[in-house]
């Protein structure tokens, strides 16, 4: 029922920035959104997270801390991640979530989260 919309996805040399963005179809509701991120043969991970009516319940992954940056739009129905000091461990598909209540409440698990965008590459090169 609603729609995740991302963007920013490409390749770049480690050490390099990417910015990836998010908008929900929705734009009435105040959703918990977070990135998550896949490789081949792993697991989909949580890499940072926000909740859009306040801009706070940050999280981020340890693997991204200090190098990531989620921010909200003044929509606040869009996020951003900013991603910065790239590593080539950092390559996966990269996917927005979403669920329309406070982060307080979810999990960060994939099953915490009602809504995925289509999934964007990200390629870090050494």
């Known amino acids: 029922q609603v729609e995740l919309v991302e963007s920013g996805g490409g390749s770049v040399q480690a050490g390099g920035s990417l910015r990836l963005s998010c908008a929900a179809s929705?734009?009435?509701?105040?959703?918990?959104m977070a990135w998550f991120r896949q490789a081949p043969g792993k697991e989909r991970e949580a890499v940072a997270r926000i909740y859009t009516d306040s801009g706070n319940r940050i999280y981020y992954a340890d693997s991204v801390k200090a190098r990531f940056t989620i921010s909200q739009d003044n929509a606040k129905n869009k996020v951003s991640l900013q991603m910065n000091s790239l590593k080539p461990e950092d390559t996966a598909t990269y996917y927005c979530?979403?669920?329309?209540?406070?982060?307080?409440?979810?999990?960060?698990?994939?099953?915490?989260?009602?809504?995925w965008g289509q999934g964007t590459q990200v390629t870090v090169s050494s």
């Open positions: 929705d734009t009435a509701s105040r959703f918990c």
């Open positions: 979530a979403a669920v329309a209540r406070d982060c307080v409440w979810t999990k960060l698990i994939p099953d915490g989260y009602a809504y």
